[in-house]
């Protein structure tokens, strides 16, 4: 003879468990994207990123020697604040995007000249 478990309990479902089981189910899924998605704060990473810094500036011609204890990895050596052109943060090159409107005006008079 075999003795059951929780002998004297219900054995069906009760009407509390399908919301526990929902809600570990949506504690997972939640705690797995939270951890995916966290940023990498390892000394390492930080590293790496402060050397990349440094030695870009001093491609750049910012940056002479480094100084032990200065961190320039900073959002006022990445970006120019004091930039002329506040739509340009970064300096970069026009792309002269007003080549390709001025083009679009001379096929339109082509056609209209074709029309005639």
Do not use: C
């Amino acid at each position: 003879m075999e003795a059951e478990l929780w002998q004297g309990h219900p054995k069906e479902p009760e009407g509390w468990e399908t919301t526990i089981y929902l809600t570990y189910a949506a504690s997972a899924v939640i705690l797995t994207f939270a951890l995916g998605f966290a940023p990498d704060t390892s000394i390492k990473t930080w590293a790496s990123s402060e050397a990349q810094a440094r030695l870009t500036l001093q491609a750049e011609g910012k940056l002479d020697k480094p100084v032990f204890g200065v961190h320039y990895d900073t959002p006022e050596n990445k970006f120019d604040f004091e930039s002329v052109n506040p739509d340009n943060p970064f300096n970069e090159d026009d792309d002269d995007d007003d080549d390709d409107d001025d083009d679009d005006e001379e096929e339109e008079e082509e056609e209209e000249e074709d029309d005639e």
